[in-house]
């Protein structure tokens, strides 16, 4: 899995530090993208499984403690207008991608997953974007907190193992 690649996830997506992107104008933070040995739509359903997995728990109870909007989970999985815990899904085309914004007080961020043929052979790359920005002196602490010590990378990366797993079984 890299980070930071050469092509936004999908067009019109900027994925290199300093651009932003193009729905909320919140710079790049990272990209993290693993190959899946299955098609688009096989991924794309295993996504909204492991995603909808996400409801309740420790997921809502972190959003309330941090004022989260929205803060509770509604709707099915990935579906425009739905929401996880921290986030609320404003884009979604089945099988190609799905981009969710969220709130807190010490961010702004927006989450872009995409699906992109794997041009090593058949399957399918999963990617997701991520754009944020952390305002003000406990913003500043936060980032060092979840970006800058891996946490954030740990979890996505933990997010796209577990989809390429199920959707390879």
Known sequence: MSTAGEQGPAAGWPSVPGERDPL???????????????????????????????RGGRSEAYARLVRAEPATASGPPLELGST??????????PGVRAVLTGRHFLSR??????????????GTVLVAGTYAVFPGPLGFVYRLLVIESGAHTKAVRGLLARVRERAER
């Open 84 to 93: 996880l815990p921290g986030m609320r899904v404003v884009e979604s085309v």
């Open 24 to 54: 909320t104008g919140l710079p790049f933070v990272d990209e993290h993208r693993v190959p899946v040995a299955a098609d688009a739509a096989r991924v794309w359903r295993t996504l909204t499984e492991v995603v909808g997995r996400k």
């Open 109 to 122: 961020y927006t989450l872009l997953v995409a699906l992109e043929p794997d041009p090593d052979g058949p």
